[in-house]
Nanobody, 121 residues
């Protein structure tokens, strides 16, 4: 069984910084990619950024330049950092990962439980 646990959410002032972490644990043979999504109240869940295990990254067009995604393969952990948060970044942030649990199993997608980020003065 694979679990994803996010941490690092909270209340941040506009223009402030935040670093979210998402650690994968359990039966992990290979992590193919990890992603950060977010969902604001009344909105659909949207992709923020993605990273593969070899470091290739993708950012949603409107968010590129304000968020940085990174991965620590040794710790099976993905990070999302921003140092220029805006009130419109207020949302629940979710981690999603494509993980192969064993050498003989296919890869599946797993979601974390989410962490709340509020950007307000």
């Amino acid at each position: 069984q694979v679990q994803l646990v996010e941490s690092g959410g909270g209340l941040v002032q506009p223009g402030g910084s935040l670093k979210l972490s998402c650690a994968a644990s359990g039966s992990i043979f290979k992590i193919y990619a990890m992603h950060w999504y977010r969902q604001a109240p009344g909105n659909e869940r949207e992709l923020v950024a993605s990273i593969t295990s070899d470091g290739n990254t993708y950012y949603a067009g409107s968010l590129k330049g304000r968020f940085l995604i990174s991965i620590d393969n040794a710790k099976s952990t993905v990070y999302l950092h921003s140092d220029s948060l805006k009130p419109e970044d207020t949302a629940d942030y979710y981690c999603y990962a494509s993980i192969q649990a064993s050498m003989r199993s296919p890869s599946y997608g797993y979601w974390g439980q989410g962490t709340q980020v509020t950007v307000s003065s």
